[in-house]
């Protein structure tokens, strides 16, 4: 498509926003969809066009979930207002991934906990602990970041896990963290945390369940592993 070819003048049945009215969203390609939420485009450069390009500078949509506001900035024909669209885009969609547990989603199996938090987690630069909190009856009452950065003994504290979950009246725990690199098997500092958890948690009544390691489209429990 031309660059300096304006929205107005496609076919109004090629436009996304006829497109989605006449066919649904999903018909649509990820560079109509961008092309949506920013509106318009720049001089010289129509909407489709800055965000097929802006898909193309970032890896995907993966990449729209990992990308920082400086990033973003450096894309030619992206200023302010777009690189802050893009980044509350990320946002949203972080917060419809862990949507579920305000409906209080029963988990069954870790398999539950990788299906709702693997898109998010398996594509992030850092790693990040997530605290899920379970009632009685296995429904989520919450997730929370609670760590970022390498995980160490030494700088992950029980006691700020422990002190969210009974602020939340949980009755039981999984915690669940993602390895950059993509390999999810435990590390040895893992298993460390993880039975340090486990043992503060049944000195206080709230039961560690599992402790879920997210990599790339693969996940470890050391439930399953028989380390818990």
Not at 24 to 36: K, V
Not at 108 to 120: G, Q, T, V, W, Y
Not at 168 to 179: D, K, L, P, T, V
């Amino acid at each position: 498509m031309d660059n300096n070819l304006k929205i107005s003048d496609i076919p109004s049945n090629e436009r996304p926003i006829e497109k989605l009215m006449n066919f649904g969203a999903d018909t649509l390609s990820n560079q109509e969809l961008l092309a949506i939420i920013l509106r318009c485009g720049t001089k010289g450069q129509n909407i489709l066009n800055l965000s097929g390009k802006i898909l193309s500078e970032v890896h995907g949509l993966n990449g729209i979930l990992n990308v920082t506001y400086d990033d973003i900035k450096r894309i030619k024909g992206v200023k302010t207002v777009k690189a802050s669209q893009i980044l509350a885009l990320a946002e949203l969609f972080r917060r419809f991934n862990t949507l579920k547990a305000d409906n209080k989603i029963t988990i069954n199996s870790p398999k539950d906990i990788a299906d709702m938090l693997m898109i998010e987690m398996a594509n992030l630069n850092q790693e990040i602990l997530k605290l899920i909190i379970l009632s009685t009856k296995n429904k989520i009452i919450k997730i929370k970041d609670v760590f970022k950065g390498t995980l160490n003994s030494s700088l992950v504290h029980p006691r700020e896990i422990y002190c969210e979950a009974i602020k939340n009246s949980g009755a039981s725990i999984i915690i669940c963290h993602n390895h950059p690199s993509g390999d999810p098997n435990p590390s040895e500092e893992d298993i460390n945390i993880t039975l340090r958890i486990k043992e503060c948690g049944n000195i206080i009544g709230i039961k560690l369940l599992d402790h879920i390691i997210i990599g790339d489209r693969k996940y470890s429990s050391l439930k399953e592993k028989g380390i818990i």
